[in-house]
């Protein structure tokens, strides 16, 4: 009995499905099960010298008919700019299926959840969910997410109620 794509896709190295246009995992070598369950692009924020990356990852995934984006993201020391990039990136790709991928799906995930906070508005709980799934993150990537959510933080909590304002007395 022939398994699903989807069923296929649960076999990559740490998948995640986040909703039904963006899916996420660690080495994502299967790319002709990826293109069969639809997607249409694949973002790799590997480096070219991370475990298990492919040399020509490119050529393999644009020879499936996918587009291919790659914004290698050092492990040990993210930066705002490949964030930047990142979601410029994923606001380009709006609409369509979108496969995310690293070495571990550390760095995608960390990646989505500021992106998802930050860009699309979910709730910091919903999407923290999804990022703890894969890992907690260390004291770097700790840091990365809390340094992009500080100015931003206020837009995501509920508003407190404030006191009633005081009337004005009519001259």
Known sequence: ???????????????????????????AAQFPVIREAGFEAVVNLALPTSDNALANEGSIVTGLG????????????????????????????????????????????????????????????????????IWQPDEVWAKFIEDHLRPNWHTKEPKKKAGKPAKRKSR
């Open 1 to 27: 009995m022939k398994t699903s794509p989807q069923e296929s896709l649960s076999g990559i190295y740490e998948f995640r499905r986040i909703d039904d246009r963006l899916d996420t995992a660690g080495s």
């Open 66 to 133: 996918m587009a291919y984006l790659h914004i290698p993201v050092n492990f040990q020391a993210p930066a705002a700019r490949d964030f930047q990039t990142f979601c410029g990136v994923m606001e380009a790709l709006q609409g369509r299926r979108v496969f995310v991928h690293c070495a571990a799906n550390m760095r995608v995930s960390a990646f989505v959840f500021l992106y998802r906070v930050l860009r699309q508005g979910a709730r910091i709980p919903d999407a923290q969910r999804d990022l703890h799934a």
